[in-house]
Structures are given as C-alpha cells and as structure tokens.
C-alpha cells in the first residue's frame, strides 16, 4: 500500500520560511517524480514544483521560482518542499503527489498517481 505522509505546515509570518517533507512508502521511490501542489478555494489543484526520479531536474511554477526548493534524497524515501519569503498567497493547503515516470521528466498536471492527505500553511501579513 503506497502512502505519502506529508508534514512540516505551520503558521508563520510573510516573510518566514517552512520546509514541507514528504515521507514515501510501498513504492520504488527511485522510479517516481515527486511533485507538490496546492489547493485553491475551489478545491483545484494547481502545481508548485516537481523533481524527475534522480533528482536532476526541477520544475517550479512561475509564482514559487526563486522562493521554494524542491529536493530529494531517494536513500530516505523523502521529499521536501524549501518554502522561503513566504507570502500571504501562499496560504493554503499542500499535498506531496507521486508519478511512475522513472528514467524521464515530470508531468505538471495533476495527473499523478498518488496522493498524499495534505499540511495547512499559513501566512500571516
């Protein structure tokens, strides 16, 4: 049974930082790109980042670029979400997804294969 546990949200400031992680099981994590996304009022999904299955490819949404980092390391089965000069309109919830695509790059819809439950964000201006 493949589970994606996902924590590190919190309440903080514009301004502060958080790192999201992402704790993979029951997958060859390896063969999966890892993404995030975030919830917007009307329960869509819209992408924030992703990371190919090395690692060796990024991908960011125009509205994160130069503010969050994506990472991985495959030996802890882990993926994290480096959220610096957060802002108000980051405010929602994010969820960790996982995509069979091994040896290739990452989709940026919301086609993703597995899902985790999601951690709050806030930020306070």
């Known amino acids: 049974q493949v589970q994606l546990v996902e924590s590190g949200g919190g309440l903080v400031q514009a301004g502060d930082s958080l790192r999201l992680s992402c704790a993979a099981s029951g997958l060859t994590f390896s063969s999966y790109c890892m993404g995030w996304f975030r919830q917007t009022p009307g329960k869509n999904y819209v992408f924030v980042a992703a990371?190919?299955?090395?690692?060796?490819?990024?991908y960011y949404a125009d509205s994160v670029k130069g503010r969050f980092t994506i990472i991985r390391d495959n030996a802890k089965n882990t993926v994290y979400l480096q959220m610096n000069s957060l802002k108000p309109e980051d405010t929602t919830v994010y969820y960790c997804?996982?995509?069979?695509?091994?040896?290739?790059?990452?989709?940026?819809?919301?086609?993703?294969?597995?899902w985790g439950q999601g951690t709050q964000v806030t930020v306070s201006s």
């Open positions: 990371i190919n299955w090395s690692g060796g490819r990024t």
């Open positions: 997804a996982a995509e069979y695509r091994p040896l290739t790059g990452c989709n940026l819809d919301s086609s993703y294969d597995y």
